[in-house]
T-cell receptor, first 116, second 117 residues
């Protein structure tokens, strides 16, 4: 167990709906990253939050958005769901400091989203 | 942009034997981290081993070791004395050291490892 928890574990939504996924980061970690893992693929970086601000984004449209709260937990919101959004969504938490002193990233168990 | 390639979609190994998983990557950076992660059916990514590019010595963690060839941009994982619990999907991953990239990982497409009793 890594101390990173995600909810819910499974979710079924209809095309066009909106969804919110949640991630509770490991105690003491100030950075949360979100990844989308399609079936049979490696995880793809969506975005990252550091001290409540987005500070990095992958090649995902604006309908993918997020938040990070003062306790460093995070949400991933996806609007106007499409069938291709069906995937495993992983969050990873870590402690970011200046220079090379960045801790390991610990991953949650993921949320399996199915869009029908 | 950095890319990570795993050319072996599936591998199998007899229990107690040794297996090597391959990974190549492309980057213009001189300093970075490389990782191997294991993803069992439980879906949680588990760190297996980490290599810092500026260190010439290959990383080792118990039965797991890497062969890091920086010039060739190759990073293979060797699992010795394979156990049934090693069966999982294995992902090779790259992470920049640059401060403005945070913890963004670039993952390969994975290698599914089967361990035969």
């Amino acid at each position: 167990e890594t101390g990173v928890t995600q909810s819910p574990t499974h979710l079924i939504k209809t095309r066009g709906q909106q969804v919110t996924l949640r991630c509770s980061s490991q105690s003491g970690h100030n950075t949360v990253s979100w990844y989308q893992q399609a079936l049979g693929q490696g995880p793809q970086f969506i975005f990252q939050y550091y001290r409540e601000e987005e500070n990095g984004r992958g090649n995902f449209p604006p309908r993918f958005s997020g938040l990070q709260f003062p306790n460093y937990s995070s949400e991933l919101n996806v609007n106007a769901l499409e069938l291709d959004d069906s995937a495993l969504y992983l969050c990873a938490s870590s402690l970011s400091v200046t220079g090379r002193g960045r801790t390991e990233a610990f991953f949650g168990q993921g949320t399996r989203l199915t869009v029908v | 942009a950095q890319t990570v390639t795993q050319s072996q979609p599936e591998m199998s190994v007899q229990e107690a034997e040794t297996v090597t998983l391959s990974c190549t990557y492309d980057t213009s950076e001189s300093d970075y981290y490389l990782f191997w992660y294991k993803q069992p059916p439980s879906r949680q990514m588990i760190l297996v081993i980490r290599q810092e590019a500026y260190k010439q010595q290959n990383a080792t963690e118990n039965r797991f070791s890497v062969n890091f060839q920086k010039a060739a941009k190759s990073f293979s994982l060797k699992i010795s004395d394979s156990q049934l619990g090693d069966a999982a999907m294995y992902f090779c991953a790259y992470r920049s050291v640059a401060a403005n990239t945070g913890n963004q990982f670039y993952f390969g497409t994975g290698t599914s490892l089967t361990v035969i009793p």
